[in-house]
């Protein structure tokens, strides 16, 4: 798995175990990263703690998956105007163009649909949002932009 993006080492590498117990620790660490920067509002860091939240919890059922014991690496980088999100495990990987497409919003077979929420609702949330698998893992990216950048 490669490194934060770009030359600077991330700002914070947070590594917790695969449990559930630990996504208010994940979110609260990747909220106070993103409080540094002034120029991210409430609402923008709430999102961000949601799609962190989202893809911590992928990871810790791709773990639960194998039965490994390995950790959750999260990596939390404040740039100029943006901050980037990386959630890295050990599980298996998956492709992202396998996962069925949701029903529309006003469709009603909408209101049972109990999983395969987290990967549209990461994408919604956040900025830019990535995949990347290989055989040691997978590292999902998370980026969101300050509303000053977004509103050149």
Known sequence: MSPARG???????????????????VRSVVAA?????????????NDLRIAVSEA????????????TDHRIEVR???????IEVEVCDRGPG????????LPDPED?????????LGIPLMQQLTDETEWES???????RLVVYTAAYLNR
């Open 76 to 82: 939390c980088q404040v740039g100029d105007e943006k």
């Open 7 to 25: 030359d600077d080492q991330p700002d914070v590498v947070l590594e917790i175990p695969a449990r559930a117990e630990y996504l208010e620790l």
């Open 56 to 67: 911590t919890t992928n990871a810790i059922r791709a773990h639960a998956t194998l039965g």
């Open 94 to 101: 998956f492709d992202p163009d396998s996962i069925p497409a």
């Open 108 to 116: 009603p077979s909408r209101l049972f649909w109990e999983s395969g």
């Open 134 to 140: 290989d055989d040691d893992g997978t590292v999902v």
């Open 33 to 45: 990263a993103a409080y540094t920067d002034p120029g991210f509002g409430d609402d923008r860091i």
